[in-house]
């Protein structure tokens, strides 16, 4: 699992390239992301392609659970 955090909406494109970059290589393609911070919603969440997004960190341990399950 990787986890991207955004405290602001200028880091927020960046995570999409994240994806992408881990999405195109072999050895990574399969790796879960999960996606939170403050100006981050479920939509975009699913617009980039994140595996999971969480609001709080409470939810994260959720999310990350789920995922690995």
């Known amino acids: ?4 955090s955004a405290l ?3 880091t927020m494109p ?3 390239d994240v994806i992408t ?3 195109s290589d072999s050895q990574t393609k399969d790796v879960k992301v999960m ?3 403050a100006p ?5 969440a699913d617009s980039i392609g994140a595996n ?3 609001p709080d960190a409470s939810s994260a341990v959720d999310l990350a659970k789920s995922l690995i399950a």
């Open 1 to 4: 699992i990787v986890g991207l």
């Open 52 to 54: 999971g997004y969480a």
């Open 14 to 16: 960046v995570m999409k």
């Open 21 to 23: 970059a881990l999405r």
């Open 8 to 10: 602001l909406t200028t």
């Open 35 to 37: 996606v939170g911070g």
């Open 40 to 44: 981050l919603t479920q939509e975009y």
